[in-house]
């Protein structure tokens, strides 16, 4: 019905920056809220950022000042730019949107399957 494909993981230095991107496609009549997850082995998944339809942000305290949260809505679209990266950012990123389908109209939440972002030292 509605798929999330990410798209931008890959390895980088300390210090470096990446840029996710997450694209929404299929039965969508809307989009609600949008955020990044990520999430190390062993660990809880942890919220990195989110996004609601008017644009209001909230972050992570570990990513606050480095991280930027965006959206497009016309493309159904959220990235996520990283800066100064840190070996502790190293997680599996996920892509998460609260969805209204054509059919039915009702709210579901749909989660991409991942990105792998690893930050060496």
């Known amino acids: 019905q509605v798929q999330l494909v990410e798209s931008g993981g890959g390895l980088v230095q300390a210090g470096g920056s990446l840029g996710l991107s997450c694209a929404a496609s299929?039965?969508?009549?809307?989009?609600?809220?949008m955020a990044w997850y990520r999430q190390a082995p062993g660990k809880q998944r942890e919220l990195v950022a989110t996004?609601?339809?008017?644009?209001?942000?909230n972050y992570a305290v570990s990513v606050k000042g480095r991280f930027t949260i965006s959206r497009d809505n016309a493309k159904n679209t959220v990235s996520l730019q990283m800066n100064s990266l840190k070996p502790e950012d190293t997680a599996v990123y996920h892509c998460?949107?609260?969805?209204?389908?054509?059919?039915?109209?009702?709210?579901?939440?749909?989660w991409g399957q991942g990105t792998q972002v690893t930050v060496s030292s």
């Open positions: 998460y949107a609260k969805v209204m389908p054509l059919v039915p109209r009702v709210d579901y939440v749909y």
């Open positions: 299929g039965n969508i009549f809307s989009i609600k809220d």
């Open positions: 996004i609601t339809s008017g644009g209001s942000t």
